[in-house]
């Protein structure tokens, strides 16, 4: 947690140097750098350089109504009840495009649609959200909403510019709908393409490939990351386009490297496509957060810390600034702005990107480039102190553990009255008086909605049942709570002697 007690932190790097040590005799790793060191030798092998940016696009106007009717919808506020990853879904498809939703998908957007929407906006709202998932090659409704997406928008544009100046893309996208979308754009502004997903037999995946690789073919290949994200060699890209991120990040990692791997003679560029202010911006955040942690179990410095716990359980949530502005984009620059160092070439490039209207770019390959101060030496007694043990080193064999004398650490009533004082702020991430209220107040709006209720499988008791816990919980919040006592036994104890020397 970046915002993490100094102490805290020091404790953490102290746990997590002990677990490197660890694992390391059962940790088996090689680096691309390590394989290919500048040792100044102009015939020694070298590997071409790679530059990963993140691309913040604004959602389309359609997709914002879209987006935020949802948040308002029965099925986002059922989700702190225990289903969140059916809403996170559905959130990623409008920020993907919205004819990936399904009608039942579709259904709980409805719900959501905001009333003081001009007639045209959410006409357009409503058939993007029932009919998407039935639309036809032939539907006149498709032709005129071609530009729905922000991200097929950017992919068209992008590609308009790299195929003549003779690049080959590698396209990668979680799903094989968001494929099909992107491929029948092409079709349509003539691009030719291969492609691999699930479907595609084994026996023709080598064929595909190679006749990419061998370089007679076309320049662009359209792959799905669970299928051409491993084991591929693909080093006749030299740009790659990652349309939609994944929770874990090796899966986009892993989809990055068909391309930069042993044998790329060539600088390649990677486009991580975000949406300001979304689901999607969380998720990089959570990819962050997690690549942070694999580096601090793996690598021997402190990881830059990017993010509070705060930040990441906001997952529900209108973006304060709007979808125009990305927070995560503004603290990276933050963070590296001054780290940043590009060529010329690639100067006037981003230049292009941000002609598009774009939200802004980010330097991905610039995380974890800087390290924080190691911590104080001394914090390691007291970790060992904490954990029971001490770690006796003898470094020509392996290390042994022995127990300590804890008896001066044993339970005192004193220390818990201590622990409390110092505890006794509220938990940042439990809903405040103000936040309850709120929530009460839009689960009885949408219970006033007959129309919407009447859909509901159970008629709204759900959300009824919520309002009744909600206000219980505000009526607990009002009522002051008495203190606990902590008795300290000790004191009783001279009572106790007291009263029998009388």
Not at 78 to 106: N, V
Not at 317 to 340: C, M, N, R, Y
Request: charged share 30%; aromatic share 6%.
């Amino acid at each position: 947690d970046k915002n993490a007690f100094e102490r805290d932190k020091r404790v953490s790097s102290m746990v997590a140097k002990e677990l490197r040590e660890r694992i390391q005799p059962y940790f088996l790793r090689r680096l691309k750098n390590e394989v290919f060191r500048d040792d100044g030798d102009k015939d020694s092998a070298k590997l071409s350089k790679k530059n990963e940016i993140i691309v913040w696009l604004r959602l389309t106007g359609c997709q914002r109504h879209l987006y935020e009717a949802f948040l308002k919808s029965e099925i986002v506020l059922s989700a702190f009840d225990g289903s969140p990853l059916a809403a996170i879904t559905i959130l990623k498809k409008i920020c993907d495009h919205p004819y990936l939703l399904t009608k039942r998908a579709a259904e709980d957007v409805l719900e959501g649609l905001d009333s003081s929407l001009n007639q045209e906006d959410r006409d357009l709202a409503e058939k993007l959200a029932m009919h998407a998932a039935d639309l036809t090659e032939g539907d006149g409704f498709r032709e005129k909403n071609d530009n729905v997406s922000c991200k097929t928008s950017f992919v068209l544009s992008l590609l308009e510019r790299l195929v003549p100046e003779g690049h080959n893309v590698l396209i990668f996208s979680q799903t094989r709908k968001m494929l099909n979308i992107i491929q029948e754009s092409l079709v349509k502004n003539g691009f030719e393409f291969l492609r691999i997903d699930g479907t595609t037999k084994a026996s023709d995946r080598l064929k595909i490939v190679n006749e990419f690789q061998e370089g007679n073919s076309a320049p662009i290949f359209l792959l799905t990351s669970q299928v051409g994200g491993l084991g591929l060699t693909l080093t006749r890209a030299d740009r790659v386009i990652v349309v939609d991120p994944a929770w874990n990040p090796s899966t986009d990692n892993q989809s990055v490297d068909r391309a930069y791997r042993i044998g790329q003679k060539k600088d390649v560029i990677v486009y991580r496509l975000m949406t300001c202010g979304t689901i999607e911006e969380k998720i990089y955040r959570m990819q962050v957060f997690k690549g942070g942690l694999f580096k601090t179990a793996t690598e021997h410095k402190e990881q830059t810390r990017y993010f509070t716990q705060q930040d990441l359980k906001e997952l529900f949530s209108l973006p304060k600034d709007g979808f125009d502005v990305s927070p995560t984009q503004l603290q990276l620059h933050a963070e590296h702005g001054h780290q940043i160092s590009m060529s010329d070439d690639l100067k006037t490039h981003i230049k292009f990107l941000e002609s598009l209207g774009i939200g802004g770019v980010s330097h991905h390959s610039l995380l974890f480039s800087k390290s924080e101060p190691e911590p104080d030496v001394h914090v390691e007694e007291d970790v060992r102190r904490r954990q029971g043990t001490t770690i006796v080193r003898n470094y020509g064999s392996s290390s042994t553990e022995r127990p300590v004398d804890g008896s001066q650490y044993a339970f005192n009533p004193k220390d818990v009255a201590i622990q409390r004082k110092v505890s006794s702020p509220l938990d940042p991430y439990k809903m405040t008086e103000s936040d309850i209220k709120e929530r009460i107040n839009r689960l009885s709006q949408l219970l006033s909605n007959k129309a919407t209720v009447s859909r509901l499988p159970d008629r709204g008791e759900k959300i009824r049942k919520q309002i009744a816990d909600l206000s219980l919980e505000l009526e607990n919040l009002k009522t002051p709570k008495r203190s606990n006592e902590v008795i300290d036994l000790d004191d009783i104890a001279d009572e106790l002697q007291r009263s029998l020397r009388v």
